[in-house]
């Protein structure tokens, strides 16, 4: 009976072991495996998390893009506004003065036309004048000639 005991007791002895030796054989197992799945999953989230952070820069930097876009497009336009007005403002200044010079120009090539005719007009009045009066001067002394003539028949008459 004794061996009997003893053969039961080192028989769940045995059993004991084994199940110890089988526990941390699955305790080392399933410490390895967790290890395992927790090294995975840590790299599948940074991988994940990498991934998410170069989306999310890619959205940030189109939209400062577009944001710096709108902005750049604004200031031309407003530049561009403001060079129209400048321009515009240099084109009637510019105007004035042409216009100004053209008006100049115009006043004193009418007063040297203006004067030019009123030169001609006044050799031609003159030379009218010079005619009419040699012409009238003529005719007195033509007259003055007769008188002459005449009055010098009458005294030769007297005289003879």
Do not use: P
Not at 8 to 20: A, H, K, M, N, V
Not at 26 to 42: H, I, W
């Amino acid at each position: 009976i004794d061996y009997q005991i003893v053969i039961l007791r080192s028989i769940q002895l045995q059993t004991w072991y084994r199940q110890t030796r089988q526990a941390r054989a699955y305790d080392e197992a399933k410490r390895a495996v967790l290890a395992l799945q927790r090294s995975v999953r840590r790299s599948k989230a940074e991988k994940d998390y990498c991934q998410l952070r170069r989306a999310t820069i890619r959205i940030q930097s189109n939209y400062r893009r577009c944001v710096a876009e709108k902005s750049f497009a604004k200031s031309f336009n407003a530049a561009l506004s403001i060079q129209k007005y400048v321009r515009r403002h240099q084109a009637k200044r510019n105007l004035a003065t042409v216009i100004g010079a053209v008006t100049l120009i115009q006043s004193h090539w009418r007063r040297f036309e203006a004067k030019e005719v009123f030169w001609i007009e006044k050799d031609s009045a003159i030379t009218v004048q010079t005619c009419w009066r040699r012409l009238y001067a003529m005719e007195r002394y033509c007259q003055m000639r007769r008188s002459s003539l005449v009055i010098q028949t009458t005294v030769r008459r007297f005289m003879n």
